[in-house]
């Protein structure tokens, strides 16, 4: 048994971390031993073509955070949205809530994957689905930045791919513990938690084994003045929570051609639900706090449950087939907005009524994935396959046992080819993916504030052909310029456009605010590598003719606005290796965004925080 123990201690503004134990698991590849040097420019992204790639070599800006680091990073924190924010330049600072309202990516919405499995709800999009595995199970994590539709619906801002635990390389066992504390600089009861995670990892034979589980007690925090933090009870909060996840992935070769895994895996997290919002004010530099009581309703709660499969063929057709079938249970609950006009929002017959809600999205899909390299054509490379999703969303108000948005399904599949030609010091890339989806509304009613309109359900169809172009040029030794054009393809809020309608009389079959989000985006940018350093900058240009704005009303609703919008701006990151195996480096970017309010045909007004 291969084992090694890490124990350390931290401090931060708001926790002293008094106790953490590690044991580091044997990676896929295997982790830079002591006289190692790390390779600046080795690291190996999927996300982007469906097959590993190194990173250096496409056309798109891509962060890669490896273990190591996004270990350091856990320890000072758990929260997976600071890692993104700390590693990922345009990826929007975390609140360090259990929602991720306000966290784009470009500006725009990226969509989650565990595994190349998709976590975003398409149809009624939450802002939960960034925390659906705990960190603890994360071997690394793969970002791509700008508009996608390499992995099909939803990438309108980028992809972030979390890869979980790889069995160990050669045959045995390792382990990997985590016990850790944290408390706050002023010891109060409320501010301890802790975490325990163990998993095992093994390999016999043709066969592999990653299990494990990882339960997560975090404390209240308080600010360097011993104010209780505010805490977010309706949209959901980490601070005096709990989660749990059980995981469990296998893998068995049946030949050197054949091999099949599985993964299965359960995460919750759930508020304790002790504290109150005291509500600050901002004009007298009064900050949001807390007060110990019981908030009305249900705690704010994740709860995941997904599984799948993968088959692969490594011979096949001169090629290598990869398919995929997964499947995903998710439920959201949101707490209750106990105030004046939230109660008036809800309201029954005329009467103010306390209720809240709970997204239920079910989504299975089987991808497949089959490459090979023409060598008599120059070294071609091909990435063909098909991908299908179906999606069931609904949300539902679960004090009053309402409906507010029915239960809608999202059907689509979508056929793809991508191609990749070297020539010389120049690479060419290409592809199209064509989407064909059709979305089901069945009739209904909406609730009183949005005039119990009855809406009749309707199924409109959506084909869109997708293009991406790009180029890499190794203008020299340590030099390559980039650059390229890639589309995105997204619907819309569904369940916010849905559950806003109160005009009678409205037909869902050409009702043009269901209509799909396509982006358009444009990219360059420099890579420069040297023995001991890498220095990348790209400025990029996002623009969709009809897009999506949230914006909010009295009651802190949030509804949809489709226009034309724009997002800009450009990032710069930088990396020296200090020593043989330590790094220093830092992120820069700058962002805007804008949209066409008054449908003029100038996009000259700035989009307001929560859509960028």
Do not use: C
Request: glycine residues 10%; hydrophobic residues 40%.
């Amino acid at each position: 048994m291969k084992t090694s123990t890490l124990l350390n201690a931290r401090r931060s503004f708001a926790a002293l971390l008094v106790a953490a134990g590690t044991t580091a698991l044997v990676a896929q590849t295997p982790a830079p031993d002591a006289d190692a040097v790390i390779s600046l420019d080795a690291f190996t992204v999927s996300a982007a073509t469906r097959t590993e790639k190194l990173a250096s070599a496409l056309p798109v800006s891509t962060t890669v955070i490896p273990t190591q680091r996004l270990a350091d990073q856990l320890a000072l924190s758990s929260d997976l949205g600071t890692a993104l924010a700390q590693f990922i330049p345009g990826y929007a600072p975390s609140r360090q809530k259990l929602t991720s309202r306000g966290e784009s990516f470009r500006g725009r919405d990226p969509l989650y994957l565990v595994d190349g499995i998709p976590q975003s709800n398409p149809l009624r999009a939450g802002s939960r689905e960034s925390l659906t595995i705990d960190p603890f199970f994360l071997e690394r994590i793969e970002a791509v930045h700008g508009s996608s539709a390499a992995q099909g619906l939803g990438a309108t801002g980028g992809l972030i791919n979390f890869i979980t635990l790889a069995p160990p390389a050669e045959e045995g066992t390792t382990q990997r513990l985590e016990l850790s504390g944290t408390t706050s600089t002023r010891f109060k009861s409320d501010g301890f938690g802790g975490k325990a995670a163990y998993a095992l990892a093994a390999r016999t034979g043709e066969s592999s084994l990653v299990a494990g589980a990882a339960y997560e007690v975090r404390p209240f925090a308080y600010d360097g003045d011993g104010r209780p933090l505010g805490v977010d009870n309706v949209q959901g909060d980490l601070l005096d929570s709990a989660s749990l996840d059980v995981f469990a992935k296998g893998a068995h070769a049946f030949s050197s051609r054949h091999d099949v895994r599985l993964m299965v895996h359960r995460f919750e997290l759930e508020q304790n639900a002790d504290w109150l919002t005291v509500a600050g004010n901002r004009a007298n530099g009064t900050p949001t706090i807390s007060m110990p009581g019981t908030p009305a309703g249900q705690p704010a709660r994740n709860l995941v449950t997904a599984a799948s499969a993968t088959f692969q063929d490594k011979a096949l057709g001169g090629g290598e087939l990869t398919a995929d079938v997964f499947l995903q249970r998710f439920d959201g609950t949101y707490g209750a907005s106990d105030t004046a006009s939230t109660r008036n929002f809800f309201r029954v017959n005329g009467t103010p009524t306390l209720d809240q809600s709970q997204i239920e999205a079910r989504k299975h899909g089987v991808k497949l994935t089959w490459v090979r390299t023409l060598t008599e054509l120059g070294d071609l490379g091909i990435v063909t396959g098909a991908d299908y999703l179906a999606d069931q969303t609904a949300q539902v108000l679960i004090l009053t046992g309402r409906t507010w948005v029915p239960e809608t399904t999202y059907k689509g599949w979508s056929p793809y080819l991508q191609l990749e030609k070297p020539i010389g010091a120049l690479t060419l890339h290409g592809g199209l993916r064509y989407e064909i989806a059709k979305l089901d509304v069945p009739d209904f009613r909406t609730i009183e504030s949005s005039g119990n309109t009855l809406v009749a359900g309707g199924a409109p169809q959506f084909d869109e052909a997708l293009f991406n172009l790009g180029a890499t040029w190794r203008a020299a030794d340590g030099v390559t310029l980039f650059g390229g054009y890639t589309q995105g393809f997204g619907m819309p809020d569904v369940g916010r456009v849905l559950r806003a309608i109160n005009t009678p009389g409205v037909a869902i079959d050409n009702y043009i605010e269901l209509s799909p989000i396509v982006t358009d985006n444009l990219e360059a940018g420099v890579r420069f590598y040297g023995p001991d350093w890498k220095l990348g900058w790209s400025a990029y240009l996002s623009q969709s003719d009809f897009g999506s704005r949230l914006s909010a009303n009295p009651a802190g609703i949030l509804s949809v606005t489709r226009e034309e919008t724009i997002t800009y701006g450009t990032e710069l990151s930088a990396e020296w290796r200090v020593g043989r195996t330590g790094t220093f480096g830092g992120n820069l970017a700058m962002q805007e965004g804008k949209s066409d309010r008054d449908g003029n045909g100038s996009v000259d007004r700035r989009l307001p925080a929560v859509n960028v």
